[in-house]
């Protein structure tokens, strides 16, 4: 009798109505919690509007004609609002709609997923109730559905998987961490050129054939630049050691920078830290990439889990060895969770791999909103409490990391360790 409730309870959870109601209610929820946070969620907003009336206006574009944050692509999503309505208000409304329509794509991708992808789409709501309404107020709330659907499509369809991570990364670099993951699982030279260069390089084409014609041919790469110039933001990892020590050190100094808008550490060994991250970033992108490499060939059987523990360990690196600690980077780190529990299967070993990880990923989601809008002020000003909460975030991001990587070393030497019982 108990398992025939069971079994039913989990029919009607498991079943689309109940998940597109469970996705309205979720997104209501965070679109609320946007406008009750409006100047904290919706000020890049502001600025996205701001770049692209400018454009309209007086002719002036980003890249086109001046430096700017973002990669070209970034373009493309801001100005579609701006076709939609002249009220800035309005422009918000359909920034978030734009941004819950994407998602709706990708649950629709990751519903349908073999064999507990209605199980993952819990979890994905689950992990964007728990990060709050920042990622629905950024390009991020963009990338999360483009790596997951390319994620989710990386095994039947790489040349599409590879497309998408590229079409990602020139909106923001984090979907290149995917290609990174991509193209060190890629099967032989012919499949690394099929299913990598081809849908990479077809992509990046038509980007910088777009640049090119409207004379931006200068400025394209210049976001590497802009990148460059940034000091260590008050949330990221790096600088756990400095908002942990202005528990007892008044001279350590966060100010505001007017230009990026972001709260930074200031002094000679903040900006040594920023320095040493400029170079650990790629650094260790590329070494978890070569790792990936290895496990996928030492384990052909098990590509798919390479790809899936590659793809969070990079996407991990690139928040902990980042100066920037902006609180949506978060989102992108629930995708590669998603996607693991939408494909894997109910094996003890499956369960082993992703369990910890998607309650950590929770765990650190619910954190960062703490942090970020609720206890920003507080955070900012060095209160107990709140620096506590950004600590034990950014250790837990770092054993998310660690642990990720481990894995990958097991999945690798598994096999060895099963030829010699043979």
Not at 303 to 324: H, Q, S
Not at 380 to 406: D, E, S
Request: aromatic share 10%; with cysteine.
């Amino acid at each position: 009798m108990g398992k025939d409730i069971l079994r039913s309870a989990n029919h009607v959870l498991t079943s689309w109505p109940a998940l597109w109601i469970g996705f309205v209610l979720a997104h209501a929820w965070i679109i609320l919690q946007a406008w009750v946070f409006e100047p904290q969620i919706l000020g890049d907003v502001g600025l996205y509007e701001w770049w692209v009336r400018n454009g309209m206006n007086t002719g002036s574009w980003p890249v086109f004609d001046y430096d700017w944050v973002y990669p070209l692509g970034a373009l493309a999503p801001m100005v579609i609002p701006a076709l939609f309505t002249d009220s800035t208000h309005d422009y918000d409304w359909v920034w978030m709609g734009l941004v819950t329509v994407a998602n709706a794509g990708a649950v629709l991708v990751l519903g349908r997923a073999r064999p507990r992808g209605r199980v993952a789409v819990w979890f994905w709501l689950a992990f964007l109730m728990a990060l709050g309404p920042i990622w629905i107020g950024r390009l991020d709330g963009l990338l999360a559905p483009i790596i997951l659907v390319a994620l989710l499509v990386a095994a039947q369809r790489p040349a599409l998987a590879m497309a998408l991570a590229t079409i990602g990364a020139w909106i923001k670099i984090a979907p290149g961490a995917v290609a990174l993951a991509l193209a060190a699982t890629a099967s032989g030279a012919k499949g690394f050129l099929r299913n990598v260069v081809l849908p990479g390089a077809a992509v990046c084409a038509v980007v910088v054939g777009v640049a090119v014609a409207g004379g931006a041919q200068d400025n394209v790469l210049d976001v590497f630049g802009e990148q460059g110039d940034r000091q260590l933001q008050v949330e990221a990892v790096g600088a756990t050691p400095f908002t942990v020590a202005r528990l007892w050190d008044p001279s350590i100094r966060v100010e505001y920078d007017n230009v990026i808008y972001t709260y930074e550490v200031q002094g000679a060994q903040a900006d040594a830290v920023a320095q040493a991250l400029d170079v650990a970033l790629p650094v260790a992108a590329l070494l978890i990439a070569a790792l990936v490499w290895w496990a996928a060939r030492r384990r052909p059987d098990r590509v798919g889990d390479v790809l899936l523990i590659g793809a969070t360990a990079e996407l991990l690196a690139l928040i902990v060895f980042n100066k920037v600690g902006s609180p949506q980077f978060i989102a992108w780190i629930g995708p590669p969770i998603a996607a693991a529990i939408a494909l894997g299967t109910r094996s003890q070993g499956t369960r082993r791999t992703w369990f910890l990880p998607a309650l950590g990923t929770i765990v650190v989601a619910r954190l960062t909103m703490e942090i970020y809008p609720l206890q920003y002020g507080e955070f900012l000003g060095g209160f107990p409490l709140a620096t506590t909460i950004g600590a034990l975030r950014n250790v837990l991001l770092v054993a998310l990391m660690t642990g990720a990587i481990i894995r990958l070393v097991q999945v690798a030497w598994s096999r060895r360790a099963v030829s010699r019982t043979s």
